[in-house]
Structure formats: structure tokens, C-alpha cells
T-cell receptor, first 114, second 113 residues
Framework: AQSVTQLGSHVSVSEGALVLLRCNYS??????LFWYVQYPNQGLQLLLK??????LVKGINGFEAEFKKSETSFHLTKPSAHMSDAAEYFC????????????FGTGTSLTVIP | EPEVTQTPSHQVTQMGQEVILRCVPI?????FYWYRQILGQKVEFLVS????????KSEIFDDQFSVERPDGSNFTLKIRSTKLEDSAMYFC???????????FGSGTRLTVV
């Protein structure tokens, strides 16, 4: 079975501080892992994805995530938060063995404090 | 960059009415999906479609729901008799193969009154 757990439904950081959004996955086979961002009243925008190539994945807007198999984690980080980063972030897992459907986490709402 | 296009962006319908949500997937993609996000909740899988048939569906996708690819370009989700609890954002997605090249549309917000 595939699933993801996002620890912390709400995260607040100061502008310029490190952003760390946590995601742990459960998968019986090597997974594909994704982070999506959703701004208010908008759709899902892909930030980055891991598909069994490099374990450190760089995405858009300065975000990156590291796939750690030993920890079954795929945490999202950004060295310096910007006000425009305030949004909802979703981690998702997929694999071709599951019909390629995505299993999303419950999301983490990021607030950036000026 | 190719996009998945969904129309309308917002639809309001009366309870009990039929509604059709439309999607135009990326042209060379072979797999098509619908997802739903109830306000404040996570995105949930509804159905996947490949080779002109449903390949997988969740327990949410009951007999009130159906999907169709009527003309080789559009991919539609029909809700036969809408209920208040069908109010949600509905996302269409398409992919080339596997989980690769998976692209979501910007969503249709359905409000059932």
C-alpha cells in the first residue's frame, strides 16, 4: 500500500528563515515522490519530483527535497523563506504498480511572518 | 509548456441536477485521471482511465459518477444527481506513462446549492 504522512498541518516561519516541511512515505515498492504547492483558490503546481534518479531533487522557487530511503522520508526545504511562499504544500506518492494514481498527504499550510 | 485545461473554472448547480466537468488532457498523454478536493481536505483519487476504459476507481466513485472520452481530445466527468457533499474542487490530470509526466489541470470548483 502507498501512503504519505505530512507532519505538521501548519508551519510558521519568519521571512528569511529556513523552511522545512516534513513528509514520510509508505511504499512496498520504490516510489515516485512529489511535492505540490497550492495557492489560495488555485490548482496544484508541481514543485519537484523524485523518480529514482538523484536523491537530492531541486525544484522551482528555490525548493529542494532529499529522498532518504532509510528514513522513508522526502522532506521539502528552502534555505530562506519569502512572503510569496505562503501556501498549502502537498506531498504525494505514486507508482506504476498502483495504476499510477497519486496518494496525497493531508497538506501543510505554510505561513511566512514578516 | 503543455497544459491540462479544465472548464469551467467554477460551476454552481442545484442539488439533484446533472453536471459535466470538462478536461482537455495533454495531446500525447495516454492516461487520464480525476481527483477531488473537498474544501480544507486532502486531494483524493477518483478514477483513472486508459485505453478508453476505467482502469481503477476509488470507493468515492460510485454509480453517480461516470467518465468519458467522447471525441479523442476531451475527457469528462459526469455527476448524475449532485448532492451537497459533492461540492469540491475537481482536478483532472493526464500522464504519458506510469507516474511520469503527470500534469494536473487548474481545477473546477463545483458548488452544489
Amino acid at each position: 500500500a502507498q501512503s504519505v504522512t505530512q507532519l505538521g498541518s501548519h508551519v510558521s516561519v519568519s521571512e528569511g528563515a529556513l523552511v522545512l516541511l516534513r513528509c514520510n512515505y509508505s511504499s512496498s515498492v520504490p516510489p515516485y515522490l512529489f511535492w505540490y504547492v497550492q495557492y489560495p483558490n488555485q490548482g496544484l503546481q508541481l514543485l519537484l519530483k523524485y523518480t529514482s534518479a538523484a536523491t537530492l531533487v531541486k525544484g522551482i522557487n528555490g525548493f529542494e527535497a532529499e529522498f532518504k530511503k532509510s528514513e522513508t522520508s522526502f522532506h521539502l526545504t528552502k534555505p530562506s523563506a519569502h512572503m510569496s511562499d505562503a501556501a498549502e504544500y502537498f506531498c504525494a506518492v505514486s507508482h506504476s504498480n498502483t495504476g499510477n494514481q497519486f496518494y496525497f498527504g493531508t497538506g501543510t499550510s505554510l505561513t511566512v511572518i514578516p | 509548456e503543455p497544459e491540462v485545461t479544465q472548464t469551467p473554472s467554477h460551476q454552481v448547480t442545484q442539488m439533484g441536477q446533472e453536471v459535466i466537468l470538462r478536461c482537455v488532457p495533454i495531446s500525447n498523454h495516454l492516461y487520464f485521471y480525476w481527483y477531488r478536493q473537498i474544501l480544507g481536505q486532502k486531494v483524493e483519487f477518483l478514477v483513472s482511465f486508459y485505453n478508453n476504459e476505467i482502469s481503477e476507481k476509488s470507493e468515492i466513485f460510485d454509480d453517480q459518477f461516470s467518465v468519458e472520452r467522447p471525441d479523442g481530445s476531451n475527457f469528462t466527468l459526469k455527476i448524475r444527481s449532485t448532492k451537497l457533499e459533492d461540492s469540491a474542487m475537481y482536478f483532472c490530470a493526464s500522464s504519458e506513462w506510469g507516474g511520469y509526466g503527470y500534469t494536473f489541470g487548474s481545477g473546477t470548483r463545483l458548488t452544489v446549492v
